[in-house]
């Protein structure tokens, strides 16, 4: 039946042959093979103007040199664009096992009453035949997968994301229009109680001075609308004010680490849409490009600067630690599920709402695009939302991932798990506290060196993608630099007043710190170390960048810097912090729908990658700041409002007021917790 059904289209599209437009429209083979070109895409665009003319003003003020009506010209009856995805194994073409399934990309610009089966077996029998030029050249005979429209499907709509993201909208809006509303009132009784005062202007001065932005709020519910207030949540974000006991030297590491992340995810999920991967991988192994393209070893400067500020903030906060020190077992276990919940309820809520944002963005690039996606999250996340519910996705296959660079957030979860344990354990007893973390330190650093060598670790890039499971997202491989973090946390929070060093050991650590970075993000200019040899730098760079950030955060801490932590320090870098959160998790969408939805693919060339690296950056730096406002800021008020709701405050013991720049609301997670430094030393 589809042999006989076939036959109909095929003389339709003989017949339309003398079209030279659809033949343009339709794809062929193009230069580059070698290196990895098949995408053979032809041209939407050209195929719509069969039927639809481009919009082309001509005038006849001058001569042409062009066909009469070869713009205006109309199909005799109406085309459609198709693709066709066909896997060849042509020995002729680079494998370079990452990300590459040698899978052609063909453009078909052909009647509309063709179906897809019958363009299949078209196809097929297309290539069966040798009709190709290319077959006889690389020696191969692809193999038909799919065939594709790429128009949206209308079932899209009836997506549960869809209605997901639009109950959270109407619900985000409508609680930004309270909070708005309910602003407007108490601003008009502010002013009518200053009118109706007059007279007693200074005591109506001494009731409205100490009103604040949530002063007013006597109730939870209320104190819940005002979390959504936009004006106060934007105000937030551009605050760059900091107390004179922050440490805004973390803001520029974190700012300048997700930038040269982003640029990595530049090339990563672009991939699919590169026509010359080959040289894309050439380009990635010059030295010039190594900041970019070993970016994924900055996460562990995430990790240590979590595990900083978790150690860091438990030790310092005295009354806390005696708190779990004289409580039961049952008490603790209490407090550790409120300290669970509160960092659950702070990080989730934007994280989950892009997740089911991402999961309809990969179903309609998989649906439109006209590439071959090798990364399905859109199934991922339908299958296996539930694991990046409850953090732990990175237990399992990346091929199996939601959304694919949220793994790291599934490690800081379990990692916060982790090591709250062990500092309850170590408020109860300090002595063995330590004998158990140096034991934990010194068995992961062991597990990792035996882990690695089992796999045969090399750093290159076949292998990095083919181990990522064991090697790069699974926790017990990137706890190191959380330990490192940890330990440098507790050194600052119980010797701080301690610290003494001279000038001169200040230099000397300083220029050890920019030599392990240095190393750390150049340790792959050569890629084919013997594997013990790789293996053993893999694990000891991992290290030593941890212990670079970690020492330059203690001694700006202990009021040692220079001009580079100033630089890190400034206004710049700490309003970029509060967005480091928002970027990360958007930057991906927003580099696959760009991409993914072009009419071309895409040439690997250095110049027009950094120009676009920027502009993903400003999209994700201005996306960032609508769902930070919206999505983030209003949990971690509501987070930190639901454990008030119980707390029992000592009336006779004043509490000092935070400052701004302590004030955890203002830095949301992940890595963005206050830090107070008491210590004001500096060299002079």
């Not at 040289?279 to 190594?290: C, G, T």
């Amino acid at each position: 039946m589809q042999t006989g059904s076939a036959v109909p289209c095929g003389r339709s599209c003989v017949s339309v042959g003398p079209v030279g437009r659809l033949l343009d429209a339709s794809g062929s083979q193009e230069p580059g093979f070698m290196w990895g070109h098949n995408h053979w895409i032809g041209s939407e665009k050209g195929c719509e103007s069969t039927r639809t003319p481009l919009s082309i003003t001509l005038s006849d003020r001058y001569r042409r040199n062009m066909k009469r009506n070869l713009v205006s010209a109309l199909a005799p009856f109406e085309l459609d664009y198709r693709i066709v995805f066909a896997k060849h194994q042509s020995a002729w073409q680079v494998d370079v096992k990452f990300q590459s399934e040698n899978i052609l990309h063909i453009g078909v610009c052909i009647p509309r009453s063709c179906t897809n089966d019958e363009l299949h077996n078209l196809t097929a029998r297309y290539f069966d035949e040798n009709l190709v030029l290319a077959q006889d050249i690389y020696e191969f005979k692809p193999n038909v997968l799919h065939v594709k429209n790429t128009t949206l499907d209308r079932a899209f709509w009836s997506k549960p994301s869809v209605f997901i993201i639009g109950v959270s909208l109407a619900f985000t809006l409508l609680m930004i229009y309270l909070a708005h509303c309910r602003e407007q009132r108490l601003m008009e009784e502010k002013n009518n109680n200053h009118m109706d005062g007059i007279a007693g202007a200074s005591s109506a001065a001494v009731r409205t001075e100490g009103g604040s932005d949530l002063a007013d709020a006597t109730t939870f519910t209320e104190r819940v609308i005002d979390s959504f207030n936009l004006r106060k949540n934007l105000n937030t974000i551009f605050r760059t004010d900091s107390g004179p006991q922050s440490l805004p030297v973390i803001c520029g590491m974190k700012s300048i680490c997700c930038f040269l992340i982003l640029c990595f995810h530049m090339q990563w999920y672009t991939f699919y849409t590169v026509h010359n991967p080959s040289v894309m991988l050439h380009y990635a192994e010059q030295i010039r490009f190594q900041l970019v393209s070993n970016a994924p070893l900055l996460v562990d400067v995430f990790f240590a600067i979590s595990g900083f500020l978790l150690s860091y903030n438990f030790i310092r906060n005295r009354s806390k630690v005696q708190e779990v020190k004289a409580n039961t077992v049952w008490e603790n276990g209490k407090l550790y599920g409120k300290m669970l919940l509160h960092r659950y309820l702070r990080l989730s809520p934007m994280y989950l709402f892009v997740t089911v944002l991402g999961e309809l963005t990969h179903s309609y690039i998989v649906e439109t695009s006209k590439f071959w996606v090798h990364e399905r999250s859109d199934l991922g996340c339908q299958r296996y939302w539930w694991r990046n519910l409850f953090y732990i996705q990175n237990l399992y296959p990346v091929d199996d991932f939601c959304l694919t660079w949220t793994w790291s957030l599934a490690c800081e979860m379990q990692y916060y798990m982790l090591f709250t344990v062990l500092l309850f354990v170590y408020a109860k007893s300090a002595k063995f506290g330590k004998k158990v973390f140096g034991a934990f330190a010194i068995g992961t650093l062991l597990f990792n060196i035996a882990l690695t060598l089992n796999h045969r670790f090399i750093p290159s890039y076949d292998v990095l993608y083919n181990t990522g499971d064991a090697l790069y997202t699974a926790p017990w491989s990137r706890v190191s630099p959380y330990v490192v973090g940890v330990y440098f946390g507790w050194l600052m929070a119980s010797s701080r007043d301690k610290f003494t060093i001279t000038q001169n050991q200040y230099r000397w650590y300083w220029l050890l710190a920019c030599f392990c970075v240095i190393f750390s993000m150049h340790s792959t200019i050569k890629r084919n170390f013997p594997f013990p040899i790789a293996s053993t730098v893999m694990v000891a760079v991992r290290w030593l960048i941890s212990w670079a950030a970690c020492w330059v955060i203690l001694a700006t801490g202990c009021g040692y810097s220079n001009i580079v932590t100033r630089v890190l320090s400034s206004k710049f870098f700490v309003h970029i912090n509060k967005l480091t959160y928002g970027i990360y998790l958007l930057n991906p969408l927003i580099i696959i729908v760009t991409f993914g939805v072009s009419d071309s693919s895409v040439h690997a060339d250095p110049i027009p990658a950094i120009v676009m690296a920027f502009g993903v950056t400003l999209l994700s730096y201005m996306a960032a700041i609508v769902f930070s406002a919206c999505f983030e800021i209003p949990y971690c008020r509501i987070s930190s409002e639901i454990l008030k709701l119980n707390r029992k405050v000592p009336p006779t013991i004043p509490q000092p007021a935070p400052t701004k720049a302590t004030d955890s609301t203002h830095h949301p997670p992940p890595l963005v917790h206050p830090v107070s430094i008491e210590s004001e030393r500096k060299i002079q």
